[in-house]
C-alpha cells in the first residue's frame, strides 16, 4: 500500500465514521473532504471542485425544481385527494393504491420530497377513515424507496453510477433502463407490505394525527366556535332587489345580522368591501345564525337561491379563505366597542365570525356584542390579508394559525401547465435528442414563464445538503482509481467470492452496497461502490452494466434502519415506529430484493 492510497483511504475511513455518528452534518464532512484531499497530492483542488460543473450535479437540481413545481401548483396533492376518493375507508385498497401513487410521482421527483407531501395527506386520510397511521406510513417510505428503481432520474444514487459509467467511456443507462426492475419489485412491496402490515405497531389515528401538529385545524375551530350550522351558500338571482347596490347600502337596511364572508363571482372569489357592487349571478358565502324558516324569508326578500352546501363552514374553499384565532390586547383601540362598530373588516380584510371569553364561545348576537380585553376572537378572510396582520392597524395579536396554512399553493390554478411541462422534460429525455440536463434546464424554464415557479422559490427548492454531499465525495472516486484502491478493492472481492460465479458476485456486491448503506448516505455509497462494481466486470471481461445496475438498486435498498435514508427518518414520528420496527420490516425484504435483482439482472442485461 501506497502512502498516497494510505491517506485517501485515511480520509475515506473519517468520512464514514463521521457519517454514521452524524456529527458533523453530511453536507459538512464533504466540504471537509473537498478541503482535505488535494494536501494528499492524489487530486489537484480544481478536480475536487469539478463536480460542481458535472451535467450530473446540475441535472439533480433542475429536477429538485420541477418536483417543487408539481407540488406549488397542486399536482400532488390532487394526488392525494383523487388517492382517499378512490380509496375509501378500505385499508387494503388505500395502501396498494398509495404505494403506486407515491411510487409513481416519485419516478420524476425527489423521493424525500414526494413524501414529505404525503405524511399530512396520510394523517388526513386517517382521521377520516379511522385508520392507524402506522398502518401505512411504513408503506408510504418503502414505496418512496422503490420510486428510485423507477427512472434515471428518479433518485441521486442513479445519476451517479450513470456519470461514473460515461466517465469510462460507456454510453450510460437511457431513462426507462431501470424501470422493468422496478416495477416487479413495487408488486412484491404491495404484496409483502399487505401481510408485513400486522408485525407494525397499532395506534390510534386521532392521537397519532395531533401528536403530529402543534396546530389546531379549521375543523376543530369551527367546533369550538360553534359554526356547523351558520354557513349559508345563495346565488344572486337576475331578478334580485341587491343587482347594483352596494355592501354599504345592504348593510344600512338590513337587521338579519348576516355576514357576507366572500362572493365567489365566475369562479373569482372577491373579498367583499364597503363599496363591491352585487352582480347577478354572483355566490354569497353568508355567515348568518337563523333557523331554516328565517334563511327562507330572507331569499325571498332578497331573491336569492340557495346552494347545496358542500363543506364545514367554507373549508372547501381552505385554498382561498383563511382562519386565524386573535386575541384583544390591552392596548388595543376595538376595547369597548362592539364587532359591527369596530370597522375591522374595512382596516384588515378580515371578519370576525367567532368570540370566545374564556372556554365559552358566543353563539348569538356577535354582531352587537362588545369587545373586552383578553378576548379571544376567530377571524376569516384570504390568506394574504391573514399573513399582513399587525396589531398597529387591527388592535388584535396573532394568537394560533390553522393546519392548513402549510397546505396553501402559491398557484393552484397551474396544475396543467406542470404536468405539461413534466410530460415534456419525460419525452425529451426518453428521445434522447438532446442531453438530460438540457432536457431538465428547459422544462425549469417553460415552469417559469407558465407561471409555475418563481426564482426565489426554485433556489430555496434545490436541496443544497445533497448537491454538497455528491460534490464532496466524487473526488474519492477519482483519487482510489488513480491510487489503485478501486483495483484493490475488485481484487478483494474476488477473492472472498472465488468460486462463487457471477451471481455470488452480484450477490456480494449488493450486499456489500446495502450494508455501507446503513451507516452512510445511499448517494455516497453510490459514488463509492460504483468505481469497484465496474473494475470488477472490467477483470471479468463482462458488460459494465449489470454490475453498474446491482450497485444502483441497492443503493435503494435502504428499508433496514430508520437512519438508513431520509425517507425512513421522516415517518418514523409519524407512524410513531422504533427501530426495531424497521428492522422486522425492512430486513426480509432486503433480502427479498436482492434475490430478485441478482436473478433478473443478468437476465435483462447480458453479462457477455
Known amino acids: 500500500m501506497t502512502t498516497e492510497l494510505a491517506m485517501v483511504l485515511f480520509l475515506l475511513v473519517s468520512a464514514i465514521v463521521m457519517f454514521a455518528i452524524n456529527k458533523p452534518r453530511m453536507d459538512a464532512v464533504a466540504l471537509i473532504m473537498l478541503v482535505a484531499l488535494p494536501f494528499t497530492g492524489v487530486v489537484t ?87 392507524s397511521p402506522s398502518r401505512l406510513m411504513m408503506p408510504l417510505s418503502v414505496a418512496a424507496l422503490i420510486s428510485g428503481m423507477m427512472t434515471l432520474v428518479a433518485t441521486a444514487p442513479n445519476l451517479v453510477v450513470n456519470s461514473e459509467l460515461m466517465r469510462q467511456g460507456e454510453t450510460g443507462f437511457r431513462f426507462f433502463s431501470f424501470t422493468p426492475f422496478g416495477l416487479p419489485i413495487l408488486a412484491l412491496a404491495i404484496l409483502y407490505m399487505y401481510f408485513a402490515r400486522r408485525w407494525l405497531p397499532a395506534g390510534d389515528s386521532e392521537a397519532a394525527a395531533a401528536s403530529n401538529t402543534r396546530r389546531p385545524s379549521m375543523n376543530s375551530w369551527i367546533e369550538d366556535y360553534k359554526l356547523t350550522l351558520r354557513e349559508h351558500r345563495v346565488r344572486v338571482s337576475t331578478s334580485s332587489p341587491l343587482i347594483g347596490k352596494t355592501i354599504e347600502e345592504l348593510q344600512q337596511t338590513d337587521t338579519s345580522g348576516a355576514m357576507i364572508v366572500a362572493i365567489d363571482r365566475m369562479g373569482t372569489l372577491i373579498q367583499p368591501i364597503p363599496s363591491t357592487t352585487f352582480e347577478a349571478g354572483d355566490i354569497l358565502l353568508v355567515d348568518l345564525v337563523a333557523v331554516d324558516a328565517e334563511t327562507a324569508v330572507l331569499r325571498q326578500q332578497y331573491g336569492l337561491e340557495a346552494i347545496p352546501l358542500s363543506g364545514a363552514y367554507f373549508s372547501d374553499r381552505s385554498q382561498d379563505i383563511g382562519m386565524a384565532e386573535v386575541i384583544v390586547p390591552a392596548d388595543s383601540q376595538l376595547l369597548g366597542k362592539t364587532v359591527s362598530g369596530s370597522r375591522f373588516r374595512e382596516r384588515t380584510g378580515l371578519t370576525i365570525i367567532g368570540l370566545r371569553r374564556g372556554v365559552v364561545a358566543l353563539e348569538q348576537g356577535l354582531r352587537e356584542e362588545t369587545l373586552q380585553l383578553g378576548d379571544t376572537l376567530l377571524v376569516i378572510g384570504p390568506w394574504r390579508d391573514i399573513e399582513r396582520l399587525q396589531p398597529d392597524n387591527s388592535g388584535v395579536l396573532l394568537l394560533r394559525l390553522p393546519t392548513e396554512i402549510h397546505e396553501i399553493l402559491p398557484v393552484a390554478g397551474r396544475a396543467t401547465h406542470a404536468i405539461v411541462c413534466l410530460l415534456l422534460v419525460v419525452g425529451l429525455m426518453v428521445s434522447g435528442v438532446i442531453p438530460n440536463v438540457q432536457a431538465a434546464l428547459i422544462g425549469c424554464l417553460l415552469m417559469g414563464v407558465l407561471g409555475c415557479i418563481t426564482l426565489a422559490s426554485s433556489y430555496q427548492s434545490i436541496d443544497w445538503k445533497t448537491i454538497v454531499l455528491i460534490v464532496g465525495m466524487l473526488p474519492f ?39 455501507l448503506g446503513m451507516f452512510i448516505s445511499n448517494t455516497a455509497t453510490a459514488v463509492l461502490m460504483a468505481p469497484v462494481a465496474l473494475a470488477v466486470a472490467k477483470e471479468l471481461n463482462a458488460s459494465p452494466y449489470p454490475f453498474a445496475m446491482i450497485v444502483a438498486l441497492a443503493a435503494s435498498t435502504a428499508f433496514m434502519t430508520p437512519v438508513s435514508s431520509p425517507v425512513n427518518t421522516l415517518v418514523v414520528t409519524p407512524g410513531r415506529y422504533s427501530f426495531i420496527d424497521f428492522i422486522r420490516v425492512g430486513v426480509p425484504f432486503s433480502l427479498i430484493v436482492m434475490v430478485v435483482s441478482v436473478f433478473m439482472v443478468p437476465k435483462l442485461l447480458p453479462l457477455y
Not at 97 to 113: K, N, R, W
Not at 115 to 131: E, K, M, N, W, Y
Not at 486 to 507: F, K, Q, R, W
Open 477 to 515: 472516486s477519482v483519487a482510489l482509481q488513480r491510487t489503485g484502491g478501486v483495483d484493490h478493492a475488485s481484487d478483494a472481492l474476488m477473492s472472498i467470492t472465488n468460486g462463487a460465479g457471477t451471481y455470488g458476485i452480484l450477490a456480494a456486491l449488493f450486499g456489500l452496497t446495502a450494508i
Open 45 to 131: 483542488m480544481s478536480e475536487t471542485l469539478a463536480g460542481f460543473s458535472d451535467p450530473n450535479i446540475v441535472l439533480i437540481a433542475a429536477l429538485f425544481v420541477i418536483g417543487h413545481g408539481l407540488v406549488r401548483t397542486g399536482v400532488a396533492r390532487q394526488l392525494g385527494d383523487w388517492l382517499l376518493a378512490k380509496a375509501g375507508s378500505n385499508e387494503t385498497r388505500l395502501m396498494v393504491l398509495l404505494m403506486i401513487v407515491v411510487c409513481g410521482l416519485g419516478a420524476t421527483m425527489s423521493s424525500t420530497a414526494v413524501t414529505a407531501i404525503f405524511i399530512p395527506v396520510v394523517l388526513r386520510i386517517c382521521q377520516t377513515t379511522g385508520t
